[in-house]
């Protein structure tokens, strides 16, 4: 059996992008809210002067919204969105805030106490 240090490299650099390409997804996931915190802090439930964001802290100690960015779509004419433990949830059409996205590829969600607080549909619609 030959030693040959170039496929040792080539393996090394493979599991070396693995791993990145692995870290920048969960980062993605976990940095929704940061991401659009300056929008989501000026949100209100619709028809109330209450934040939809209230940075909740998760049992980790790690510091979470409960406003993120969700994948959403409708079905049967109305919006379901995909909360972050991977359930889907119905969208009341009076929880819609119809202002313009904050990114065009998803939808936000800010879900809490059981129950949808706002929900800002994918490129603005509504």
Request: glycine share 10%; with cysteine; net charge negative.
């Amino acid at each position: 059996m030959r030693n040959y240090p170039a496929d040792r490299f080539v393996i090394g650099l493979l599991v070396v992008a693995g791993i990145i390409a692995a870290v920048a997804c969960a980062a993605r996931a976990e940095d929704g809210h940061a991401l659009h915190h300056d929008k989501y802090m000026h949100w209100k439930q619709p028809g109330t002067n209450i934040s939809c964001c209230n940075e909740r802290k998760v049992e980790n100690g790690v510091v979470t919204g409960d406003c993120s960015p969700a994948e959403a779509r409708v079905v049967n004419g109305s919006w379901i969105a995909r909360k972050p433990d991977g359930e889907w949830v119905d969208i009341p059409d009076d929880r819609i805030i119809r202002e313009r996205n904050p990114s065009s590829e998803d939808g936000h969600l800010c879900y809490n106490y059981g129950k949808v607080l706002c929900f800002v549909p994918p490129f603005g619609g509504g």
